[in-house]
C-alpha cells in the first residue's frame, strides 16, 4: 500500500523552493513516510520566453504586479525570511528568471535516471541560494547537473536535442491543466486530494493523514445485543446449566 504525491512545480518559483521544504517537514514526521512515493512534474510560469531570457527578477515583479521595485524588494526580503525559518538560503537580490524549460526536460531525464530529487534540489540551489545567474545559459544549466552528478555527455545530449523529453513536459503541462492548477506549487495526493501554495507543514501533514486512512479505513464496529457471548482476557463465560 503506497501514498503517492505528484507536486507541480517551477524553477522560477520561490514558493516552489519553500513549499517542498515545508512538505519534505511533514513527511519525515509521518509515520508511514517510507510508503510515500514523490514525483515532481513540469509547470512554467511563462512558457512564453524565449529560450536564451534571462532578466533581473526585481525589476520582472516590479513591473508584473504593478508595484515599485522598492515594494518588490521588500517583498522579495520576505520570501527571504520565510526561508530562513524553514532552514534555507535565500538570495534577496540580484536573482534572474527565465525560460524554465530545458530545466524540466532535463528533470525528466533524471526521473528516468531515479534521481529526479537530486537535480530539483540542485536547481533549486542554483536559482535560490547562490549568487551566479541560473537562466538563459546552458553551460551554467551542464555546470549544475554535472555538480549534481550527472553525467556531462548524457546532460549535453539532452540540451542539444530539443525533442528530448518535449513531450514529457507537455503532458505534465496538460494535467496540471485539467486538474485546474493555476499556480504552483500544486500537490496531489492519490489523484483526490490537492493542495495548493506553499502551506504549512501541519496542512501537509493532515492531507497525508487523510490519504493514508483512505488506503487503510477503520473497522465499524456494527452493535448487536447487549447479552451475546464473548470471551474476554479473563476467559470465557461457561453457559449455567438448568
Given at each position: 500500500m503506497a501514498v503517492q504525491v505528484e507536486i507541480w512545480t517551477d524553477i522560477n518559483c520561490p514558493f516552489c523552493y519553500l513549499g517542498k521544504r515545508r512538505f519534505e517537514e511533514a513527511l519525515e514526521a509521518f509515520a508511514h513516510r517510507d510508503d510515500v512515493r514523490v514525483v515532481?512534474?513540469?509547470?512554467?510560469?511563462?512558457?512564453?520566453?524565449?529560450?536564451?531570457?534571462?532578466?533581473?527578477?526585481?525589476?520582472?515583479?516590479?513591473?508584473?504586479?504593478?508595484?515599485?521595485?522598492?515594494?518588490?524588494?521588500?517583498?522579495?526580503?520576505?520570501?527571504?525570511?520565510?526561508?530562513?525559518?524553514?532552514?534555507?538560503?535565500?538570495?534577496?537580490?540580484?536573482?534572474?528568471?527565465?525560460?524554465?524549460?530545458?530545466?524540466?526536460?532535463?528533470?525528466?531525464?533524471?526521473?528516468?535516471?531515479?534521481?529526479?530529487?537530486?537535480?530539483?534540489?540542485?536547481?533549486?540551489?542554483?536559482?535560490?541560494?547562490?549568487?551566479?545567474?541560473?537562466?538563459?545559459?546552458?553551460?551554467?544549466?551542464?555546470?549544475?547537473?554535472?555538480?549534481?552528478?550527472?553525467?556531462?555527455?548524457?546532460?549535453?545530449?539532452?540540451?542539444?536535442?530539443?525533442?528530448?523529453?518535449?513531450?514529457?513536459?507537455?503532458?505534465?503541462?496538460?494535467?496540471?491543466a485539467a486538474l485546474g492548477a493555476r499556480g504552483v506549487p500544486f500537490f496531489v495526493i492519490d489523484r483526490k486530494y490537492g493542495v495548493s501554495g506553499a502551506q504549512p507543514p501541519e496542512v501537509f501533514a493532515q492531507a497525508l493523514e487523510q490519504a493514508w486512512s483512505d488506503h487503510a479505513p477503520k473497522l465499524v464496529t456494527l452493535a448487536g445485543s447487549a447479552e451475546a457471548e464473548a470471551c474476554g482476557p479473563d476467559g470465557c463465560a461457561v453457559p449455567e446449566r438448568n
Open positions: 515532481h512534474k513540469s509547470f512554467e510560469l511563462d512558457p512564453t520566453l524565449p529560450r536564451a531570457h534571462s532578466a533581473a527578477v526585481v525589476p520582472h515583479i516590479a513591473e508584473k504586479y504593478g508595484i515599485s521595485e522598492a515594494q518588490a524588494a521588500a517583498n522579495e526580503r520576505g520570501i527571504g525570511a520565510q526561508a530562513e525559518a524553514a532552514g534555507l538560503t535565500y538570495q534577496t537580490s540580484g536573482r534572474d528568471f527565465g525560460n524554465s524549460f530545458d530545466m524540466h526536460r532535463l528533470l525528466h531525464f533524471a526521473l528516468a535516471q531515479g534521481r529526479q530529487e537530486a537535480l530539483l534540489d540542485a536547481l533549486y540551489a542554483a536559482n535560490f541560494a547562490e549568487d551566479a545567474p541560473l537562466f538563459g545559459d546552458a553551460e551554467r544549466l551542464v555546470q549544475v547537473a554535472v555538480g549534481a552528478g550527472f553525467e556531462e555527455t548524457a546532460v549535453r545530449g539532452v540540451l542539444d536535442d530539443p525533442d528530448a523529453y518535449a513531450e514529457a513536459v507537455r503532458a505534465d503541462e496538460a494535467e496540471a
